[in-house]
């Protein structure tokens, strides 16, 4: 079945630790991006990329990163300069088609413990 | 500055009623704009997109624009107690193909 992929789903971080969520899709969608979603809150961009080899920041990308080595793949790296990191993240891709409609994966639930 | 604004709520509506979203935005490039469902714990899922003024209809749910306005609304009709959800608008700009998103209208439909 085509569609977006992420894992893990549940994700435990210790104080100082990297952790990085995977994120294929299988859409041949070029732009993907990552957000993140606090309790109550809307979503906020960290990151996004519209071609291979190239993304570009988004509003909160300080503490992340990400790359872009293949069209179907876009992890994101939470580093431990990330000081406030749980949150809720999801990956999405979207189709220039259709007035660039955004699909998204399931999303990761990332824990500092 | 917001880029998408809307209603947190909560808005409860009775079954079989006429549930009004609204949102507005303050980009004028902006180009498309979508309404997502969330249900809690769960990753949003696409209702419709519209980039016309006026209203687009889809089964049970209705999105109207007004760019003059700024302005993108949803109507839902004849709710169910399984439109109980959280409502995103989400706009797409001219500039960057970046989406913004609202911060969510919590919908309660009461049997």
């Known amino acids: 079945d085509g569609g977006i992929t992420q894992s893990p789903k549940y994700l435990f971080r210790k104080e100082g630790q990297n952790v990085t969520l995977s994120c294929e899709q299988n859409?041949?969608?070029?732009?993907m991006y990552w957000y993140r979603q606090d309790p109550g809150q809307g979503l906020r961009l960290i990151y996004y990329s519209h071609i291979v080899n190239d993304f570009q920041k988004g509003d909160i990308a300080e503490g992340y990163s990400v790359s872009r080595e293949k069209k179907e793949s876009f992890p994101l790296t939470v580093t431990s300069a990330q000081k406030n990191p749980t949150a809720f993240y999801l990956c999405?891709?979207?189709?220039?088609?259709?007035?660039?409609?955004?699909?998204f994966g399931e999303g990761s639930w990332l824990t500092v413990v | 500055q917001k880029e998408v604004e809307q209603n947190s709520g909560p808005l409860s509506v009775p079954e079989g009623a006429i549930a009004s979203l609204n949102c507005t935005y303050s980009?004028?490039?902006?180009?498309?704009f979508f309404w997502y469902r969330q249900y809690s714990g769960k990753s949003p899922e696409l209702i419709m997109f519209?980039?016309?003024?006026g209203d687009k209809e889809d089964g049970r749910f209705t999105a109207q624009l007004n760019k003059a306005s700024q302005y993108v609304s949803l109507l839902i009709r004849d709710s169910q107690p399984s439109d109980s959800a959280t409502y995103l608008c989400?706009?797409?700009?001219?500039?960057?193909?970046?989406?913004?998103f609202g911060t969510g209208t919590s919908l309660t439909v009461i049997p």
């Open positions: 519209i980039y016309s003024n």
């Open positions: 980009d004028r490039g902006s180009q498309s």
């Open positions: 989400a706009v797409k700009t001219g500039a960057g193909n970046q989406f913004y």
């Open positions: 999405a891709s979207s189709i220039p088609t259709l007035g660039n409609t955004i699909y």
């Open positions: 859409l041949n969608h070029d732009a």
